[in-house]
């Protein structure tokens, strides 16, 4: 379901698959391949959500963003790169992800936190305000901690499962789904 907000729907490229019972609401920009899985909710409303090509948002996360203040002239948007997988039920508020990510599933990401390219983030971690998570690594826990380098076989898996979802949405557009 796409909703406008204040005259703004959201926008999607080519080849971009949502969900029925997703809801999408205002300024939100979808690049080519990629996908919104069942029951995501992503409101664009007092700032703005920009999501990279064939990244993932899977089944039941949340997306949201701050509004601008005096103190805060820009708010926090939220801009998630390419090739990032989101796992099931996960929480991002107003923060920015590079590309390559792996957040697993009901991980926490709060406002103005940075992920840079190539992270993975365990299950249920959990991301307090303002943390820079460095690239190459393995971060869990709650508050997240980092863990150790990601391997090569796991660099490798970031593009592995964003190229998944990519199959995975193509098979559910050719169902009309
Ligand atoms: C973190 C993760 C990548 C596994 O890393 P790993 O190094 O292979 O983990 P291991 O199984 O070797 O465990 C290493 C230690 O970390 C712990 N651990 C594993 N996953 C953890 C997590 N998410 N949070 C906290 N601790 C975790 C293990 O219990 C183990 O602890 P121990 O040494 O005290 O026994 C994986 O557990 C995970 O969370 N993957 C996310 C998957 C996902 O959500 N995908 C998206 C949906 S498709």
């Known amino acids: 379901m796409l909703r406008s907000y204040k005259g703004v729907v959201p ?17 939100i920009t979808i690049a ?24 993932n948002i899977q089944d039941g996360s949340v997306l949201h963003l ?7 002239p820009d708010g926090y948007p939220l ?7 989101v796992g099931h039920k996960v929480m991002l508020h107003g923060c920015k992800l590079g590309n390559r990510i792996l957040v697993g599933m ?3 990401i709060m406002d103005n936190v940075a992920v840079e390219d190539d992270v993975i983030i365990g299950g249920g971690a959990l991301v307090p305000p303002n943390k820079t ?11 997240v901690k980092k863990a150790r380098p ?11 499962s964003a190229q998944n979802y990519v199959q995975l949405k193509n098979e559910y557009l050719e169902e009309g789904q």
């Open 11 to 27: 926008n999607l490229a080519e080849g971009v698959y949502v969900d029925e019972s997703a809801v999408l609401v205002g300024d």
């Open 32 to 55: 080519s391949d990629s996908s919104i899985w069942p029951l995501v909710a992503a409101r664009g409303d007092v700032n703005y959500i920009k999501i990279g090509a064939r990244t």
């Open 66 to 72: 701050t509004r601008a203040s005096k103190s805060n």
């Open 79 to 85: 801009v998630i790169g390419d090739d990032v997988t």
């Open 106 to 108: 009901g991980a926490i």
């Open 133 to 143: 998570l460095e690239s190459g690594y393995l971060y869990v826990g709650s508050p």
């Open 150 to 160: 990601l391997t090569e076989d796991e660099l490798t898996f970031l593009k592995v």
